[in-house]
């Protein structure tokens, strides 16, 4: 089974440019999630969807993040402009959705790390 | 909003002994666990879950959740230095339809050879 493919693997930009991630889950899985990991501590979810359906965005800093995920499959994150804080680890990861999100955790892709400088 | 702490480390071990990683959590209600294991500069991978209350086995790992006291742990027994890397304890958040996965801060393990 392939596993979550994110691409580009690092990205360094100059604050107030803009960045897009993207992200393709493993093949079956409705659910797909969009964390942010800042050096040091814990991912933290800022989206995350259900099929093609936001169902969390609450932690998503809407003023300058934005995403998508089209016919529920392939997902992108922008952000536009960029500050230096945002500088960390973009994570994508899936889930079977539903229970099963709950019982099998989900499996992460391999992160974009966001410099800002 | 739940939340799910840990200790920041690093917790060192030398090679060989048990390592003891310990999260607490704020929800009574929650239900389930994870064990997260994150090598640095890579993504978290999934080692472990539990459900119960009581221990599970997996291999060198063990997991053990009390929900009366509010914390889950998990021991690592004959660590090696392929152990060093950091553990985050996550909890399932339940909301309409789906579930998302709440993380601690990650402790930071150093086995010594």
């Known amino acids: 089974e392939a596993g979550v493919a994110q691409s580009p693997r690092y990205k360094i930009i100059e604050k107030r440019q803009s960045v897009a991630f993207w992200c393709n889950p493993i093949s079956g899985h409705a659910t797909l999630y969009w964390y942010q990991q800042i050096l040091g501590q814990g991912p933290k979810l800022l989206i995350q969807?259900?099929?093609?359906?936001?169902?969390?965005d609450s932690q998503l800093p809407k003023d300058r993040f934005s995403a998508e995920r089209l016919k529920g499959v392939d997902s992108t994150l922008k952000i536009q402009p960029a500050k230096l804080e945002d500088s960390a680890v973009y994570l994508c990861?899936?889930?079977?959705?539903?229970?099963?999100?709950?019982?099998?955790?989900?499996?992460f892709g391999s992160g974009t790390r966001l410099t800002v400088v | 909003q739940k939340e799910v702490e840990q200790n920041s480390g690093p917790l060192s071990v030398p090679e060989g002994a048990i390592a003891s990683l310990n999260c607490t959590y704020s929800?009574?209600?929650?239900?389930?666990f994870f064990w997260y294991r994150q090598y640095s500069g890579k993504s978290p991978e999934l080692i472990m879950f539990?459900?119960?209350?009581g221990d599970k086995e997996d291999g060198r790992f063990t997991a053990q959740l009390n929900k009366a006291s509010q914390y889950v742990s998990l021991l690592i027994r004959d660590s090696q230095p392929s152990d060093s890397a950091t553990y985050l304890c996550a909890s399932p958040s339940k909301g309409d339809s789906s579930y998302k996965l709440i993380f601690g801060s990650g402790t930071r393990l150093l086995v010594r050879p």
């Open positions: 929800d009574r209600g929650s239900q389930s």
């Open positions: 539990i459900y119960s209350n």
């Open positions: 990861a899936s889930s079977l959705g539903g229970a099963g999100g709950s019982i099998y955790g989900y499996t």
């Open positions: 969807f259900q099929n093609n359906g936001v169902v969390d």
